[in-house]
């Protein structure tokens, strides 16, 4: 028999035994509860859920970074109006404290037309070796019309490795006696000026007593002179 008889005549056999395999394969999945087509569309079904999920995860993650964003704004914002709060609370303080004192000031105690240097103060600033200090420099006597030029001069005794020495503010003195002073130590005023200021030392350095001095301008003299001690 030619071979294409014999192909002919076995290939309905075994197309049949195929269909044969395949319907006894898909019976037994559905005999176990799993089917393809339903398998593929819960599949599909997940991958969808899968990406919903993940685009929902990224929303909830910027509306996170978002609101993370908008607290530390919120808590910078929280901390620059404490700063604010307390600088003006500080101010509101000092107004009150030069309030009373020229409430009960008497200038009785000093000369006509003479200087006096009232609360004084010398403390730790933030910075390790900066100090502020603080004080209120008055006028008395009827030559207070006449406007005060002059400037400030500290002379802080300080002990450094086991030496005592003296360090001067401002640091580089006028070439002569009309030069002009550093502006941050100049003084100008008519009745009473207020003055809160720093200095910069090695923080090794100790601080053992701070002398102040005021010059009139065109006077080599000070004017006045006061020491005072850290608080």
Do not use: C
């Amino acid at each position: 028999m030619p071979w294409y008889v014999r192909w002919a005549v076995a290939l309905p056999f075994v197309l049949a035994a195929g269909g044969l395999v395949w319907w006894a394969y898909d019976s037994g999945l559905e005999l176990a509860g799993f089917h393809r087509g339903q398998a593929e569309q819960e599949l599909a079904r997940l991958r969808e859920q899968v990406a919903a999920l993940s685009s929902e995860n990224a929303k909830l993650i910027g509306q996170a970074a978002s609101y993370e964003r908008q607290a530390q704004m919120e808590h910078a914002a929280n901390l620059e109006t404490e700063k604010q709060l307390k600088a003006l609370t500080e101010e509101y303080t000092r107004i009150q404290e030069d309030l009373a004192f020229f409430q009960n000031l008497s200038l009785s105690d000093t000369r006509e037309g003479g200087l006096a240097i009232y609360r004084l103060k010398l403390e730790h600033d933030t910075l390790p070796g900066e100090y502020r200090y603080r004080m209120l420099l008055v006028r008395s006597g009827q030559l207070r019309a006449k406007e005060f030029h002059g400037n400030l001069q500290l002379l802080v005794n300080v002990q450094h490795n086991g030496e005592k020495k003296v360090v001067v503010f401002p640091q580089e003195e006028p070439a002569s006696k009309n030069a002009p002073a550093d502006a941050a130590y100049q003084v100008k005023f008519k009745y009473y000026q207020r003055i809160e200021r720093s200095f910069q030392l090695p923080p090794d350095m100790l601080i053992e007593g701070v002398q102040v001095r005021v010059f009139e301008e065109g006077v080599r003299e000070p004017r006045i002179k006061q020491d005072f001690s850290l608080s």
